[in-house]
T-cell receptor
Framework: QKEVEQDPGPLSVPEGAIVSLNCTYS??????FMWYRQYSRKGPELLMY????GNKEDGRFTAQVDKSSKYISLFIRDSQPSDSATYLC?????????????FGKGTHLIIQP | ETGVTQSPTHLIKTRGQQVTLRCSSQ?????VSWYQQALGQGPQFIFQ???????GRGNFPPRFSGLQFPNYSSELNVNALELDDSALYLC??????????FGPGTRLTVT
């Protein structure tokens, strides 16, 4: 079992829909959680960063963390064609640093105009 | 834009050769990490440097080595290239050790 599981998709939804992206993890040492967006042949772009259970909102994006279930989610409201990309979840143990980020495989998201 | 730059954008090498990839971090970011991303996979942690010292390493062999310089630049060196080393190599800089900002990557092809 991989430390971080993420459905690779592709996930295809119509423009304007609410998108839900999810990751599960097995290592209870993970305490800091990130979501990155990666366009084809580009570097990952940091979207959300959180370290506590609950919700964190930034514009159309909401990150949700449930440490008891080892489950994190990213919600995208009013999805746009420009949101079409691969979304990567990443996490790191408390204190981070020396272990580096552990990533999921990424979910390929397609927003249909 | 993250302010993290990498060079070259892409390059082609032959199996057995050596390669050096370069990264320029954001000013003030004392931590730089390097990752390998194979096609269709998430990035895999290679190692991390903090104030010019390696302070963490993933599951990569010693032929992957690095340097960090005082001017916020860094290098990833790979010796004895293998076909499986073909990937996108990413560097990420950080003001602390968790929130990491990635560069555009260098695409390496080994033939």
């Amino acid at each position: 079992q991989k430390e971080v599981e993420q459905d690779p998709g592709p996930l295809s939804v119509p423009e304007g829909a609410i998108v839900s992206l999810n990751c599960t993890y097995s290592n209870s040492a993970f305490q800091y959680f990130m979501w990155y967006r990666q366009y084809s042949r580009k570097g990952p772009e940091l979207l959300m960063y959180t370290y506590s259970s609950g919700n964190k909102e930034d514009g159309r994006f909401t990150a949700q963390v449930d440490k008891s279930s080892k489950y994190i989610s990213l919600f995208i409201r009013d999805s746009q064609p420009s949101d079409s990309a691969t979304y990567l979840c990443a996490m790191v143990p408390s204190g981070g640093g020396a272990d580096g980020l552990t990533f999921g495989k990424g979910t390929h998201l397609i927003i249909q105009p | 834009e993250t302010g993290v730059t990498q060079s070259p954008t892409h390059l082609i090498k032959t199996r057995g050769q050596q390669v050096t990839l370069r990264c320029s971090s954001q000013s003030g970011h004392n931590t730089v990490s390097w990752y390998q991303q194979a096609l269709g996979q998430g990035p895999q942690f290679i190692f991390q440097y903090y104030r010019e010292e390696e302070n963490g390493r993933g599951n990569f062999p010693p032929r992957f080595s690095g340097l960090q310089f005082p001017n916020y630049s860094s290098e990833l060196n790979v010796n004895a290239l293998e076909l499986d080393d073909s990937a996108l190599y990413l560097c990420a800089s950080s003001p602390d050790r968790d929130e990491q900002y990635f560069g555009p990557g260098t695409r390496l092809t080994v033939t």
